[in-house]
Structures are given as structure tokens and as C-alpha cells.
């Protein structure tokens, strides 16, 4: 089985190709500081040139996987959009993966996963092993258990948070912020590829290799992935022409 997976809520574009349960491809993209934004533009292109070079045709993928953020807004959309696009296209199955899960199926657990959110925000979650006795996620073990959901937090529940977490790891541009009120605070790796991480993850927790491709569809339809806003949009709206009229006066 074939499957393609791509992120890109976070600054850095990934993607992967896994086979039958394997990783046999896989691309980390981070564009320049001053156009970390236009990683999106990038995707299409991204996951052209990889299954070009596996040598897979579009029509030969037989599942979908999406990273869903939480991340940049833009990011999220784009990703989720794309990927219900492909996977209607193609008819294939979809399956959102969102990147604190990931990120906590890599490290020591349990923990506490904190990402930015921007402008006073942080998202973030709690996790611990499924499985009695061990301080890591593995595949085939147990799903992993989530001791606190996904959420969005600022200033005071944002504090509580982190200064009650066991053990914490954290986006690494706000890791000094986070160790001000924890000091066992850690950074995530930076290196790590989030589609890879999402599509071993989805594999081992919902048995993808036992699947075919007409039952995946059906079980993981394409409309029922959603990004993962945890927080709204920073949106300014202009006044109307009505208002505009009135400031004059």
C-alpha cells in the first residue's frame, strides 16, 4: 500500500512516501527566514518532485495523510484543502494527524507538548504512554493516552499549565519564555519531519497495512478532516463605507 504525507501548519514543509509500512521517501523543506510564509506555495511542487523520483503516479497512492496543525492558519488551511482536493480527486481515504501528537510519540512521556501560537497564545497538550511501565510511545503499542486535549492558552491558564507539567517540550523560539516558569523545559528537535513522524503514527495506530484501498476510502472519508483552529484568525476588518464617512465627520 501506498500512502503520501504532507505538513505544512508549522514554517517547514515535509513530506513523505511510506510503502507497505515503510518510509521509502521523504523531504524537508524551510525556506528563507524573510519567506517562511510561502512554504505553502511550495507544497504542490514538493510532493510532485518526490513521488516523480520514487517513480509513483498520482493514481498509484492509496491513502492520504494531513498534518492539521495547530500552526499557522494559513498553513493549516492550505495543507487540509490540499489534501481533501487530492483525496477526492484520486478517490482515495484521508487521515489528519495533528503535530502535538506527533511531537509527543517522539519523546520521553509523560509530557506536556507546547508550540506558539502567536501574539500571547500557545497551544498545547499533555500526554503519557498507553502502555504500563514504559516512558516512550513505540509503534504497536497501545494508543498513546492524552491527559489533557489540544488546546489554546494565554496568560494566567497559560502559566498554571506549564508550571504544573511534569515534564515539558517545547518549540524551541519560545523555550526561553517557557523555562522562565519551568525550568525543566526542553526544546523539541528541530530536525524531526513531521510527515514522516504522522504517517508511521497513523500506520501503527490504526492498522493501514491490513487495508485496502476501497475500505480506506470509505472509512476515512476526505470531507470529515478538519484543520485544527485552536485559536481564530488575527483579523482586521475595515469599516465600511458608512463608518469611513462618519470619522470624516
Known sequence: MRTLSFDTSNPVLTAALMEDGKIVSSRRVVPPESTRQEAVSQLMPTIDDITAK?????????????????????G????VVTARTLAQALGVGLIGVDSLRCYASMLPLPSTIVLSGGRGHYFIASYSSGTSGKDRWKPGDANMKIDSEPSCLVGDDFLTAVKQARSCFVEPKILDEVRAHNSNAEAIPEELNLAVIQAELANSEFGLIDKDRDKLK???AFD???PLYLRGASITLKPNAGEQAGHRN
Not at 494531513?66 to 500552526?71: D, I, L, M, N, S
Not at 493549516?76 to 495543507?79: A, D, G, I, S, V
Open 224 to 226: 470529515r478532516v478538519e
Open 54 to 74: 520514487q517513480n509513483w503516479s498520482r493514481d498509484s497512492i492509496d491513502l492520504i495523510i494531513v498534518g492539521v496543525g495547530p500552526g499557522s492558519f494559513t
Open 218 to 220: 470509505t472509512i476515512y
Open 76 to 79: 493549516m488551511r492550505t495543507c
